[in-house]
């Protein structure tokens, strides 16, 4: 670690790991179906949750006026409304507390002169992109206020995209910053990875696309659907293309077997590079971190996406993202920053 920017180090890394535990808590927030409890977006005075009994019960009326209450959730008592407006009170304080983790440092290293020029501008974009995500999870949210009361998974998608972009994004300027040794890798390891991460970006966004419409669900058998490879409703929409994107029936297909390549392919990089005897470590470490998000991804479909195994097979993707970006950043060439 480079002792000139120990600081900001330690700083980005505290965000990070806040912004790991943001996605965590986001995820479960929609396992427990409880995104949509708070029906206003109030950026201040929000930070405040329901104190009397009169504040919850004009809450709860507030709740009731939308179409969850209405069409899923009719009958549910204020105790029951309690547990999820919690869940998503607790995601959106969350977002604001990494906001003035983050926000509150920079202006004061700012104003103490310890940032170098070379991060000023990058950090700048950082804030950015989280006063983005904040906004993209309100646009999110709104989705689901309307006649169909869920969010629009292509919302979901971008959230957590974003969300994923952001993360890795600061731990690349960790990484610039500490001054990671680049290692002198084949142009075939470096294109694996680089091929490996563009994969895995695709399987988030069809792992977000299979929470949003809730398609884990249903067909709760590995390999087969139901005795077939591929179920008749996978194809069920015209034109054929749109089940790609609108079918949660093919959208839990293309997520399974997208994930079964992604380990094959995980597998050939690590034993390519073990031949050549480089990246030993972050090798091992990617095996093991895929191998167990693998297994967790199959118990979450058998068991038809229990709390606890969603959120574990969400944590362990982002992991997988992380070491994936630092086998990116030192198979580069040379070292320049964001």
């Not at 427990?32 to 950026?43: A, E, F, K, Y």
């Not at 310890?114 to 992109?129: E, Y």
């Not at 952001?166 to 040794?181: D, E, K, R, S, T």
């Amino acid at each position: 670690m480079e002792k000139s920017n120990q600081h900001l180090i330690i700083w980005l890394a505290s965000v990070c790991t806040f912004i790991f535990v943001m996605i965590i808590v986001g995820g479960l927030t929609r396992l427990t179906q409880s995104g949509l409890s708070m029906v206003d977006w109030q950026p201040i005075a929000g930070i405040v949750p329901p104190i009397t009994p009169a504040d919850w019960q004009a809450e709860f009326d507030a709740y009731k006026s939308y179409p969850e209450y209405q069409k899923i959730n009719m009958g549910m008592s204020l105790s029951e409304f309690k547990v999820i407006f919690y869940w998503e009170y607790g995601h959106r304080v969350l977002g604001r507390i990494i906001g003035l983790i983050f926000f509150v440092p920079f202006l004061v290293f700012l104003l103490m002169g310890k940032i170098d020029k070379c991060w000023r501008g990058p950090l700048w974009i950082a804030l950015v992109l989280g006063g983005m995500q904040g906004l993209m999870g309100w646009y999110m949210v709104k989705s689901g206020l309307v006649d169909i009361p869920h969010v629009s998974h292509y919302r979901l998608a971008a959230h957590l995209s974003l969300a994923l972009v952001i993360l890795v994004y600061l731990f690349w300027l960790i990484l610039n910053m500490a001054g990671i040794a680049r290692k002198n890798v084949s142009p075939s390891l470096r294109y694996g990875a680089l091929g490996l991460a563009s994969l895995l970006a695709v399987q988030f966004i069809f792992g977000a696309f299979t929470a949003g419409l809730d398609a884990g669900r249903g067909f709760n058998t590995w390999p087969l659907m139901h005795d077939q490879f591929l179920a008749d409703a996978a194809t069920m929409i015209n034109p054929l293309w749109l089940n790609l994107i609108e079918n949660g029936v093919m959208i839990q297909f293309l997520h399974r077997w997208l994930g079964a390549l992604l380990v094959l392919g995980i597998v050939a990089f690590s034993f390519a590079a073990i031949r050549q005897g480089v990246l030993l470590r972050p090798v091992v470490v990617l095996l093991l971190v895929s191998g167990c998000q693998f297994l967790l991804g199959l118990l979450t479909l058998l068991y038809a996406v229990p709390v606890v195994l969603g959120s574990l097979h969400q944590a362990f993707a982002c992991l997988m993202v992380l070491v994936l970006a630092y086998l990116i950043y030192v198979s580069l060439p040379d070292k320049k920053t964001l």
